[in-house]
């Protein structure tokens, strides 16, 4: 008896110990299992979250473009007309 020295206090905590150490694995394979349809909805979310970014990044540029544009434009013509 000397690997049950200590009594129900060490013995207790060993017993749940080696329980968890045995559950774990069969634990982690349901869980996968189970959020792994949660997973595959979050990444494809994220994949169109990342679409709809590039789309209106590229409409913010294409705005912005035509802004600056129209602001040189628009110093162009008032430097023109102190010219002439």
Request: no cysteine; hydrophobic share 60%; charged share 15%.
């Amino acid at each position: 008896m000397a690997m049950i020295s200590g009594g129900p206090k060490t013995v207790v905590p060993k017993a749940l110990g080696i329980g968890a150490i045995v559950i774990a694995p069969i634990a982690a394979v349901v869980l996968i299992g189970a959020f792994k349809p949660v997973a595959g909805l979050a990444l494809k979310g994220g994949v169109l979250a990342g679409a709809f970014a590039r789309t209106a990044t590229a409409a913010a540029v294409t705005a912005f473009k035509d802004l600056a544009a129209e602001a040189r434009a628009e110093l162009d013509a008032s430097s023109a007309k102190k010219r002439g």
